[in-house]
């Protein structure tokens, strides 16, 4: 028996049943690529109050161009334990919803408005905001209503096409907290990032429907799906010429697998 009838024996049955099942899993992430965590924008919008708007001439937009770290919002389910008969059964009793951390990098010219919007949204709501303007007012620190101080942020991420693969909108949502920002002559060249932390009531996914484009980015990931397309058609390939017999097809592939100078022969 020669090489090619021992290869032709391998592919069509002697081979791991597995083969099929990869050639498939390969053709469908070509198909449909993969998501990309970079393509994404941040709206904070339906803000109720005035006192912290951007100064004028600066775009409200401008905190979306800035934000270049998001998160989508995770859950959990909280649950009982409860013995009824043999072992211990869990129960799920409510929901709940992890906060998430939005990062936006801050100006280094004109009217420093990231730091100034956030901080004075958290003065809002701690009752700091007239203590902020007039040093000297004594604060009671009084806390306003949520409905007063939350307002709606909105979170899309897109395909590489540039259509949207799905929309995210928080309700409810506001400021926990803001990170310190270290100040250091270690840190040339740096891009300052504030970090803010936001709670929120409910959240809605809507899932959007995207024609995949089988245009890759360049990068890592862009690379690695195009070597798998090309891969993914050698196999195809490689499996029909063996089935059908005409092994001079083979030739044809060896450049897309990195073989140069390669020729097939039928012993």
Known sequence: MGIMDSVSELMNGS????????????????????????????????????????????DPKSLSYLCHSAELPGESTATVSQKIYGVNEKFSVMTGYNDIQLAFYTRGSGDEMVRKFFQSWLAFITGRDETVKQINLETTYNVKYKSEYAASIKITHYAISGDPLLEVTLFDAFPLSINQIPLSWSLQNQAQSLNVVFAYTEYQYDFKYVIGTKSYAKGPLGQLLETTKNLTGAAETIQGSIKSGNYSMLGSVAPSMGLSNFSVSRG
């Open 15 to 58: 081979a791991p049943k597995t083969t099929n099942n990869m050639l498939e899993g390969l053709s469908d992430l070509r198909k449909y690529d993969v998501g990309r965590s970079s393509y994404f924008k941040v709206e904070v919008f339906n803000v109720p109050f005035t006192g912290v708007a951007p100064s004028s001439g600066n």
